[in-house]
């Protein structure tokens, strides 16, 4: 009966002992390499089972009514990209911004506005949920992402899209404190690229995307966070990994340690 | 010298056997002073070990989620809520004539908490944080390590939490123990005074959960239920599923509101449990709470 005794008496131990430490050191926990596995596992979680309960209901991200739209859009990240070509793009309207859609597709594209504005649109209410904690309702109109894959046609082993932007938010340093290039990208996989409501969209609220906004083209994945709505669209990289652009995790963000997942 | 009386009136204590009876002995042996001490098989293990999973996780999610506020340190009510909005609740940076002041905002009030809320030190610096650098987790502001915390022990709190309750449902702990009977609820005002002056159930009513006890464990259940759903309807994919969460909170915005003024309650219900830990005799209680053996006080009279 001791032994059992004395081994209840060491796992109490134990257990408190491995609370302790872990509360005493959870600063030098944080930057440590074990940790970032134990994060990533657990964002598979949280990919995997929200991916599962998705496919039981509808999956569509809640749309709003007209009343609910926010009077301010709040603009984050970059407001302004800055730079002779994009200035020259503002002061031209943005008529010879052009969106390429390349890498692992049939038929690459190159698309101006007034090509991308002829083709059938959607138009969407929805919020907006920034990582930071706070809430935005825009009207979105554009051409739904998965209209134009299509058209471009993917080869079997596509599995990503990535989207190159124009600004540049370097000044904030990659995971670990290096410095690595602050080109703005961001990628999602081909469920939500083929999702209705994901959209480059070129209208908010019924007007062309103010600069601050994203103007000219931005991405709208509804059922992630806002730091994978990305901005200033230039190029659709379709691959069937990320690994190779800036950091290698698939965003800018993602390489500052967000999670390439943002579902939560 | 009379023998110790040992009584283990738990249905669950006399099945278990040999194991509690022989924990009994030692207790008896280890701590007995032969002066009639009733012990009493108090709380079994999985309310225990849940117990104590539970507490670690609430300490990581109320640090790292303080840390998360900190990005954006507003609370609006509704379905939206930016910059522009006006929120009832801040912890902001305002600079003033005579520098930079730490204000907390709590609607129409203006509290000026320079050096603990809005503005505080951080290495050595005062820098513009809602809540300061000792409490968060971790210390420096940075919302991507924070998720990652709160997301782990979210994880962990959510399949806990499961474990308990249908360990509850079945075991009928949350039927007999917790949720307060007729004489429980006639009894409160009774309960309420005993508690105010300090006296504490003996005998064989502390055997069993007091009125109040049985509330507040039934609140604790409540608010980490409702701190978990309110949590949810914060994320855009689980908006996806299910839709109707953010009607049942009017919004995402109202519902991250609710999500920190839970956390505030829980922290609430955190310190009266501490008090009350200590007023009832800190060492048979967390006694209890780790081998599940309780010494019954004895009542008043004998």
């Known amino acids: ?264 | 010298m009379p023998q110790p009386d040992l009584v283990t009136t738990d249905p669950i204590a006399t099945a278990s056997g040999g194991k509690t009876r022989g924990l009994l002995r030692w207790l008896r042996r280890r701590f007995g002073t032969n002066d009639n001490k009733e012990l009493f098989y108090r709380h079994r293990l999985p309310v225990r070990l849940t117990h104590w999973i539970n507490a670690l996780c609430i300490l990581f999610l109320i640090g790292s989620g303080l840390n998360i506020f900190n990005a954006h340190p507003r609370l609006y009510w509704g379905k939206y809520g930016a910059d522009a909005e006006a929120p009832f609740f801040s912890l902001d940076a305002v600079d003033q004539d005579s520098g930079t002041q730490g204000v907390t905002q709590i609607g129409r009030w203006h509290i000026n908490t320079t050096g603990f809320l809005g503005w505080s030190k951080d290495g050595g610096e005062y820098v513009a944080r809602g809540w300061p650098n000792w409490l968060t987790i971790p210390s420096t502001q940075d919302l991507a390590d924070a998720r990652h915390w709160h997301f782990l022990f979210a994880w962990i709190l959510v399949l806990n939490g499961l474990i308990y309750l249908c360990w509850s449902l079945l075991s009928r702990h949350l039927g007999k123990d917790i949720l307060p009977t007729r004489s429980d609820i006639r009894a409160i005002p009774h309960s309420i005074i005993e508690h105010i002056r300090l006296r504490h159930p003996t005998g064989d009513a502390a055997k069993r959960y007091n009125p109040l006890q049985r509330l507040a464990y039934l609140g604790i259940i409540l608010l980490i239920s409702l701190m978990v759903l309110t949590g949810l309807t914060m994320s855009p994919a689980f908006n996806a599923i299910f839709p109707w969460l953010l009607d049942v909170f009017g919004g995402r915005q109202s519902a991250r509101s609710i999500h920190f003024l839970c956390a505030f309650s829980i922290v609430l219900f955190v310190v009266v449990h501490l008090i009350e830990v200590v007023l009832a005799g800190p060492i048979n209680e967390i006694r209890s709470m780790l081998t599940g053996i309780y010494v019954v006080p004895k009542d008043h009279e004998s």
Request: aromatic residues 10%; charged residues 20%.
């Open chain 1, 1 to 264: 009966m001791s032994i059992g005794i004395v081994t209840r008496r060491a796992a109490i131990l134990a257990g408190f002992g491995a609370a302790g430490t872990l509360i005493w050191n959870v600063n030098n926990i944080t930057s440590s390499s074990s940790f970032t596995h134990v994060y990533q596992t657990v964002e598979e979680w949280t990919r995997i089972s929200q991916r599962a309960l998705l496919r039981t209901g509808g999956g569509l991200a809640p749309e709003y009514a007209e009343a609910d739209i926010s009077p301010t859009f709040k603009a984050n990240g970059t407001f302004d990209p800055g730079g002779d070509e994009y200035k020259a793009h503002v002061a031209q309207n943005f008529v010879n911004w052009r969106l390429t859609i390349d890498g692992l597709v049939d038929h690459p594209l190159s698309l101006s506005l007034a090509d991308l504005r002829k083709l059938p649109s959607r138009t969407q209410i929805t919020k907006h949920d920034c990582v930071e904690g706070w809430t935005a309702i825009g009207k979105w109109t554009g051409v739904q992402l998965g209209l134009l894959l299509k058209a471009a046609g993917l080869a079997p082993n596509a599995r990503y899209a990535i989207f190159h932007c124009a600004d540049n938010l370097d000044g904030e340093p990659a995971k670990g404190g290096e410095q690595s290039p602050g080109q703005y990208y961001e990628s999602i996989d081909l469920i939500d690229a083929f999702h209705p409501q994901t959209l480059i969209a070129y209208n908010l609220n019924g007007k062309p995307l103010a600069v601050g906004n994203g103007a000219p083209l931005r991405l709208r994945v509804e059922r992630q966070l806002g730091y994978k709505q990305a901005k200033y669209l230039q190029r659709i990289e379709i691959t069937d990994s990320f690994k190779h652009v800036a950091g290698g995790l698939g965003g800018y963000w993602e390489d500052r340690g967000y999670e390439w997942y943002a579902g939560i």
